[in-house]
Each structure stands twice: as C-alpha cells, then as structure tokens.
C-alpha cells in the first residue's frame, strides 16, 4: 500500500483560526510562542512539536484528530505508518534514489531520525480512523512508531475501537523531552506512566520528581508538566493516556 499525501495541517489550523475571529498574534500570545512561529506553522514552513500542537488544539477547542482526518473534498486517506525497522515504500513509479518532494533519497538520513514529511505521515496515521482496531496481539515488530523532534519515540502497543486510550511504548533518548523549549505542558485527559529502564524526571506543576525502573505515575493532563531524560541512556517505560471529551 502506498503512502496517502499529507493532509495540509498548517492550512487547517489557519482555516480553524480565522473561523473563530482570532488574529495570528492573538493566538500566539494565547500558546506563548511567537507570531512568526505561527505563521511558519501555518503556511507549512515549519513542523510544531507535540506541546504546541496541544496548545494550539486547546486554544481553538478543536481536537487534535480533525487537523488529520481527510475531509471528503481533499481526497486524502490516512497514511499507513511503517512498524519498526520497516521502510515506507515509494509510490509506484517513483524513478530509484528518488522520492516524494521534501524526503531524501534512500541511506541519505543519519540512523535514528525520521525524515519531516514521515513524522506528519505517522501523526495521520496515529490520529486517523478512530474505528481500527490494532491487536488483539501486536509482535515487537510490527507496532507502529512516531518519531518526535525533541527525542522521543512512541510505539503504539495497541487499539480498541470506542476507548479514547493512547497504549504507548514511550522512550525518551539521552537530553529529550516532551517540550523542545523546556515549557510545560497540558491537556485534556489523565495519564498513567510505568518505568522499566533508565530514568526519568518530571516536572509536574511546582513539583519535580525522578522517575526510576518500577516506578509509576499518574495525574490529570490538565496540571501543567513535563519530562525529560537528563541521564546517559534512553528512559523506556509504557504509557496509558486516557482523552476526555
């Protein structure tokens, strides 16, 4: 199956923004970030990281899911996401060494990353089509994976359709965490971590604990947060993240 185009996020969120009569300043000051970050966001320039697609979300009072979902004018479907130690194939006649506009030919990207256009394709495809169900068994190999900019991997473990639920393999490589800038954090819903390797340390409104194997978290999304890897080898643990209406 060949990969689907990339819905036009930036595009969405302009349309979703000036549906509600808010200037690009005005929603900039609302997330904290710069106007011109909004615009780059926008006009497709730039990627935002997984904190800043939370707030601009929250900001509109839209869900996350409608900046991915095809809308039946578009003609997109939701891109497939390649399980691990997998490549995404090229579409049918694409000449060798050659690929979509904006991606690198194959062996040209350092190990480990993922190139823009694949981490939009996995966020389409982690968003999309909320009635597939993924398991009942899902093998090592075969989860699907999400690559974020600020060191972070997610693996989905599995899915049951009607359960608003992200069951996520997570690691946090040495230095990443979940907000680039070193800002916290929040949105809807309560989440629940269990450690199995490395460490942790999360900043939870005034407070900072270290996360260690064998210890578990939970808290409501809403309270401002954040974490991050500051030792030498990767933090793995397993996630729950349960969305709220």
Not at 36 to 46: F, N
Not at 119 to 144: N, S
């Amino acid at each position: 199956m060949s990969p689907a185009v990339v819905p036009p996020v930036g595009a969405r969120i302009r349309r979703a923004r000036t549906a509600r009569g808010m200037s690009l300043r005005a929603l900039a000051r609302e997330i904290g970030v710069s106007a011109s970050l909004v615009s780059q966001i926008e006009t497709g320039k730039s990627q935002p990281s997984v904190s800043t697609l939370y707030a601009i979300t929250t900001a509109l009072s839209i869900p996350v899911e409608s900046l991915f979902d095809a809308d039946p004018g578009e003609g997109v479907a939701p891109a497939p996401v390649a399980a691990v130690g997998e490549r995404r194939p090229a579409p049918v006649g694409t000449p060798p060494g050659t690929g979509p506009p904006g991606t690198a030919p194959p062996g040209t990207a350092l190990p480990g990353t993922v190139a823009p256009d694949t981490v939009l394709h996995a966020l389409a495809a982690f968003a999309a089509d909320p009635g597939r169900r993924i398991g009942p068994l899902v093998k090592g190999g075969e989860r699907e994976v999400l690559e974020l900019d600020s060191g972070v991997v997610w693996e989905r473990l599995g899915r049951v359709p009607g359960v608003d639920v992200d069951f996520l393999l997570v690691t946090y490589r040495p230095g990443g965490a979940s907000s680039g800038t070193g800002g916290l954090m929040r949105h809807p819903g309560t989440e629940y971590g269990y450690l199995t390797s490395g460490e942790l340390v999360l900043t939870l409104g005034f407070d900072e604990y270290v996360i260690r194997p064998g210890d578990a978290v939970s808290f409501e999304s809403t309270t401002p947060h954040r974490y991050r890897n500051d030792g030498g080898e990767p933090a793995v643990g397993v996630w729950f993240v349960f969305s709220m209406p």
